[in-house]
């Protein structure tokens, strides 16, 4: 098999300090890739006006395979302020690059597993009669990836034929008297097809890793329309995996259900803002977005990120602090996803290991506030917690 060559794009704040952490494990595992950086992240709003450059859009066209850190996100208006002065005024809008990255390879199918490690001091932890017991956490969550409000399709003070279009609703009688400036418009949409795809990608994971059962956690009491047509297309696919439990909840009490019964969830599967609001739940139960891994799958091209942000206000920290686990695990993602399993297997249960030994503990994992003082209270740095992960390799 040729060498792969991956697309790798550290962004902003502490995405350009894990992302090469997730490179070292990478090479120790024993896996020969060629990397190539792209450039994508705030930086680049403020000098060009484009947080996602061509010129990345086309490396991700040619090698397929991307690995991205994180970005930086501001509203609109802090957005426009910090736009280099001679881009100002002339028309730049800021929109999130990873974002536009999945818009535009349609990456429609994100996967972000929330799974125990055993030891870890940031499971979850429940009452359970006179004591207490630490479900085992298993979750899987598909959140479709490039529709619903996610779609960017809104306005402020919407154009004449839109606002005369939506008037045609009659529950849009309510808004008719409220002047255009004062009305903000944002849009759901969900497209049958991505419902159908969403569905049948879940079910076959599901069915490839042993899951019991399938849950759609959406609102179709109340967004009858784009959460009944997903609602809807599960039933369609669950007809063809016998064996698998077609379960449904709505999304307010899947929060609440989070903390009564997580062990019974299994493959989990929202539109992109719920599915956005379930798996950072799920990833809360398991460790935080220190361990958050995902994926943005298309048909042809793939990019893997942990689901954390930028945190800027750690960037400056030397040495850093931050947990690169998330980072990590979102590379053994990858490797699944091209069939390297046996190097992906192999980090993972470096990764367990050494979170079950309890001996390397980043500052998250031991409940300190984030600082260079969390060093001196026993925390390890970026660095060694991935230099006592490629140990254990």
Known sequence: MAKRTIVTMPGDGIGETVLPEALRVLAASGFDADYVHADIGWEFWKTEGNALPDRT???????????????????????AEELAPELRN????????????????????SIRPCQTFPG????????????????EVDAVIFRQNTEGLYAGVEWTDPPDEVRSALETHPRMARFKSVPGRDLAISTRIFTRNACQ????????????????????????????ETSGMLRAEAKV??????????????????????????EDYGVLVSGNMFGDIVSDGFAGLVGGLGFACSANIG????????????????????????????????????????????????????????VAEGKVRTYDMMRLTGGPEALANGAVNTTQMTDAIIEKL
């Open 120 to 135: 870890n001091p940031l499971n979850f932890i429940r009452r359970s009669g006179d004591g207490f017991d630490e479900p």
């Open 299 to 354: 048909r042809e091209v793939a990019v893997f990120e942990p689901t954390h942000g930028s945190a800027p206000k750690y960037q400056q920290l030397s040495p850093s602090i931050v947990n690169p686990i998330a980072m990590i695990l979102s590379a053994c993602m990858m490797l699944d996803h091209i069939g390297e399993t046996k190097a992906s297997e192999r980090i993972r249960t470096a990764v367990g290991t050494v």
């Open 57 to 79: 859009i086309d490396l991700l066209r040619q090698h397929k395979l991307g690995l991205f850190g994180a970005i930086t996100s501001k509203p609109k208006e802090q957005a």
């Open 197 to 224: 795809r969403i569905m049948t990608e879940a079910f076959t994971y599901a069915k490839k890793f042993g899951y019991k059962s399938v849950t759609v956690c959406e609102k179709p009491n109340v967004i009858r």
């Open 237 to 262: 696919a669950a007809r063809n995996y016998a064996g698998i439990d077609l379960w449904e909840t709505n999304i307010d009490a899947q929060m609440m259900w989070l903390t009564k019964n997580p």
């Open 90 to 109: 002339k028309g730049y809008v800021y929109a999130s690059p990873i974002v536009g990255l999945r818009q535009h390879f349609d990456l429609d199918v």
